[in-house]
């Protein structure tokens, strides 16, 4: 995973340095008790992969060119990208189009 992610902040930060988006910016690894949290919510084990990846960095900025990856305090209730996924879930599960 780390080195997934490396690849990937190496060639936004090759982006940035021609202007055409900002650096990526990531955040430090979540904890062992913000995972629990993340685990309490959805209310079963997480995928490994997602524990590496928020062990590795507990979200970033601008990590795939205009997208952020969310941190675990961004996918609980409460957080304006928790909002802004349960609208699209709805959307989703009434079989409206998203795009």
Known sequence: MKSLV???????????????IEAPTLRPGATAAELERLRAH???ELPPSLVALLTHTNGASSLFVFFDLLG?????????AYARASVLKRLAR??????
């Not at 009434?94 to 795009?99: C, N, Q």
């Open 72 to 80: 675990v305090d961004d996918m609980l209730p409460g957080a304006p």
């Open 94 to 99: 009434g079989a409206e189009p998203l795009v």
């Open 42 to 44: 959805v209310g079963r």
């Open 6 to 20: 490396a690849s990937i902040v190496e060639r936004g930060r090759t982006l940035a340095s021609f202007g055409v």
